[in-house]
């Protein structure tokens, strides 16, 4: 996977006969995956239930800590706490909830980031496929080393709040000019976040994040839980990184 998702391509594995909702005549795994929300829902009103769970010990909900919060801020500006925990859907996949804080980023920088996403690792498309009024709808290609290309067709819901802060929420849709494609897998990908500045902090911004995701083919789910909490660090890390180089990050007196 990518920044979006933030986190790094596996490598190629073997094909895993591990039970992940059915097997299909040809021994590939047959995942179930989320349906769609309850009429009368908005994603903002999904973001809101996901954030009222708990993730500390003993929580009734599955998650578990893998990063806690850092007592200091990183080198590169920025500290996240993590935690994953099993989908509702029963997809082996697991669910990751991110919180960080992030010196001299704004909401609109990373909005700016997930809409044009430049150091998308094996990207060989990215397209625009329709302008909506609260979003886009856009849909991309991407071939990792040593894994079949996936490909995705994504619907951007974007809210700029009266205070300042942006929810944006990305999740996999179906579009006309963009139907799956024989030989190429289409991921499933879901990522709900809000950006806000800091009330206690001058200069930082914070952020909460869910995201969910089935890269589809051969990839064990056990791998990707394996490798979600680095991959998150270390692609955010990359991300500050280039804000900056480009000088986009803001400075305090």
Known sequence: DFHLSR???PPFLPP???NMGGICCCCQPVRVLPGPLETGLSEWDEFQRLSKEEV??????????KNDWPKEYRKDGFKMRIALRPHESGNDNNMLRGDGK???????????????PENLPGLKEWVDAETLPDGYIKYCKVKAPGMRARDHCWKYTIDKR???????????????????VEGVYRGYYYNSSLFQMSKEEPGVMEMT?????DLKGQIPPSLMNGALAAGTLATNANE???FREKGLLQTTA
């Open 7 to 9: 986190e790094g391509p």
């Open 16 to 18: 895993q006969k591990k």
């Open 56 to 65: 500390g010990k003993g929580n009734p909900h599955g998650w578990k800590i």
């Open 102 to 116: 992030f010196k001299g980023a704004t909401p609109q920088l990373f909005l700016d980031y997930l809409l044009n």
């Open 162 to 180: 009266e205070d300042g802060s942006i929810f944006v929420c990305i999740r996999t849709t179906e579009h006309e000019k963009y139907p799956p």
């Open 209 to 213: 994040e869910f995201i969910f995701q």
């Open 240 to 242: 500050m990184k280039g």
